[in-house]
């Protein structure tokens, strides 16, 4: 059974930076893509950053190019988001999913609805 947990998560003011962690388990040997999703109150979950398994190729939201870096470590089956110059609109809870019917970054472009294996999610507020 596939598990996916997130951390690190937390309150900032606006302009600070933050890191948030994804580890997986129980995929045995199925090649995966991951990514980052947020939802804000009353708002669609949409994508913010995705990772391709194999040459790590990245795809990211306009609102957070130049800001957010995504990155993975397929040893550990780990996918981070270093987030820098947070603004109050990146306040969301950020959801990390992984799915095995995706091996390109380009996870991002479909719903969240349509993806598999999902975290918990983790609280970001940034303070204005």
């Known amino acids: 059974q596939v598990q996916v947990m997130e951390s690190g998560g937390g309150l900032v003011q606006a302009g600070e930076s933050l890191k948030l962690t994804c580890t997986t388990s129980g995929w045995g040997f199925d090649e995966h893509a991951m990514g980052w999703f947020r939802q804000a109150p009353g708002k669609e979950r949409e994508a913010v950053a995705c990772i391709s398994w194999i040459r790590g190729a990245t795809l990211y939201a306009d609102s957070v190019k130049g800001r957010f870096t995504i990155s993975r470590d397929n040893a550990k089956d780990t996918v981070y988001l270093q987030m820098s110059n947070l603004k109050p609109e990146d306040t969301a809870v950020y959801y990390c999913?992984?799915?095995?019917?995706?091996?390109?970054?380009?996870?991002?472009?479909?719903?969240?609805?349509?993806?598999?294996?999902w975290g918990q999610g983790t609280q970001v507020t940034v303070s204005a």
């Open positions: 999913v992984a799915d095995p019917n995706f091996t390109s970054e380009r996870m991002c472009n479909y719903p969240a609805t349509t993806l598999k294996h």
